[in-house]
């Protein structure tokens, strides 16, 4: 069993950063792929970012391309996503999830966060 838990979410101005933290839990945590998601008024939820096990390989919507990094430290058991050149289109609430591999964390991922509030205006 993982548990996630988001923080950083809040009220940015347009063009503005912020970084959200995922802290997880759970036994060989760091071992798991680690992914963003967020989901819009009205809108499907949609994958933004993902994250292999080492931090070797990243995988991002192109939508956010350019603008978002994700990151992970194993050793505090958290991964990181750095959103800079905010937009008000990327108000959602963001998730974090977790899974086994980068390929499944990207579409299906097996654990879940309570999501955190971002909300960018113009």
């Known amino acids: 069993q993982v548990q996630l838990v988001e923080s950083g979410g809040g009220l940015v101005q347009a063009g503005g950063s912020l970084r959200l933290s995922c802290a997880a839990s759970?036994?060989?945590?760091?071992?798991?792929?680690m992914g963003w998601f967020r989901q819009a008024p009205g809108k499907e939820r949609e994958f933004v970012a993902g994250?292999?096990?080492?931090?070797?390989?990243?995988s991002y919507a192109d939508s956010v391309k350019g603008r978002f990094t994700i990151s992970r430290d194993n050793a505090k058991n958290t991964v990181y996503l750095q959103m800079n050149s905010l937009k008000p289109e990327d108000t959602a609430v963001y998730y974090c999830?977790?899974?086994?591999?980068?390929?499944?964390?990207?579409?299906?991922?097996?654990?879940w966060g309570q999501g955190t509030q971002v909300t960018v205006s113009s």
């Open positions: 994250i292999n096990w080492s931090g070797g390989s990243t």
């Open positions: 759970g036994r060989t945590v760091s071992t798991y792929a």
């Open positions: 999830a977790a899974g086994l591999r980068l390929v499944v964390v990207t579409t299906t991922p097996r654990y």
